[in-house]
């Protein structure tokens, strides 16, 4: 009896795998277009499992323990490349969104800030010929810190 379902199992594994790999590209494309919600796809991926099981072991007795193991398989099969397909889009988004985290980011516009006021200082003493020597030391000194702010990142 259970050697009877191998080759059908062997079949459901290989279709859940295949449907989980060209549903994830669909996910992939309704993800990019905003088309539907994660939990609509979830709902749907859910549902076609559930139907591609239940088509090739409706007429079937399987005991229990063996039926919540095969349901259990089709579930790994067609779930692993959505999982995949999930973590890499979640790589791609965050790395497009803000590659330095919130307190790198925080010390960078702190930074950028600092330094376009000192580049308007230095410009204004420029064009009013104000600038001496002694305005260097202040300069190098404004540029030190500005290197020890981004060694800190």
């Known amino acids: 009896m259970i050697s009877d379902i191998f080759p ?15 549903y994830d590209q669909l996910v992939k494309w309704a993800h990019e277009h905003n088309v539907w919600h994660v939990a609509v796809s979830v709902a749907i991926g859910v549902l076609v499992t559930l139907l591609i099981f ?3 072991f409706f007429e079937t007795k399987l005991p ?6 095969s349901l259990m ?7 692993m490349p959505m999982a995949a397909g999930s973590m890499n ?3 791609k988004d965050k790395k497009k969104k803000r590659p330095l985290g919130n307190a790198a980011a925080r010390v960078r516009d702190f930074l950028k800030m600092d330094m376009q006021t000192l580049a ?7 064009k009013k010929n104000e600038l001496t020597f002694a305005d260097l030391a202040d300069i190098v000194n404004k540029l030190h810190g500005f290197i020890r702010l981004l060694n800190t990142m």
Request: glycine share 12%; charged share 10%.
């Open 8 to 22: 059908m199992m062997y079949m459901v594994v290989l279709i859940e795998l295949v449907f989980g790999i060209g």
């Open 89 to 91: 889009r979640h790589v």
């Open 120 to 126: 308007d200082d230095l410009a204004v003493k420029a």
């Open 54 to 56: 239940f088509v090739f």
């Open 73 to 79: 398989v089709s579930f790994v099969f067609s779930g």
């Open 64 to 69: 229990g323990w063996l039926f919540g193991i």
